[in-house]
């Protein structure tokens, strides 16, 4: 897969950290706060991943820039696209 400005990778030793950003910003019910998920590309200086969910094997889109409301609640959630 070829990676083309403005996404990058996101570097090994930064992975726990956007792991818990993701999980964190996620509603407390939210299905994907149950699965394992990996994200390995980021668009620079913006909340927006590009995650491999190992729980399902899709590959997700994460928009944490435009959020939504989640269900019937008042909470906000990420707008999330799968890519695969």
């Known amino acids: 897969m070829e990676i083309k400005s ?3 990778m996101v ?4 992975i726990d950290d ?4 993701i ?3 996620l509603p407390p019910k939210h299905e994907l706060q149950s699965h394992k998920l990996y994200p390995g590309i980021k668009i620079n200086g913006e909340p ?4 491999d969910d190992d729980t399902t ?7 944490f820039k435009n959020k939504k409301r989640w269900g019937k609640t008042n909470l906000k ?3 999330i696209r799968i890519t695969n």
């Open 23 to 25: 999980k964190e910003n």
């Open 11 to 14: 570097w090994s030793e930064f």
């Open 48 to 51: 927006i991943f590009i995650v």
């Open 18 to 21: 956007f792991i818990s950003f």
């Open 6 to 8: 403005p996404w990058t």
């Open 57 to 63: 094997g899709k590959r997700l889109l994460m928009d």
């Open 77 to 79: 959630a990420p707008t």
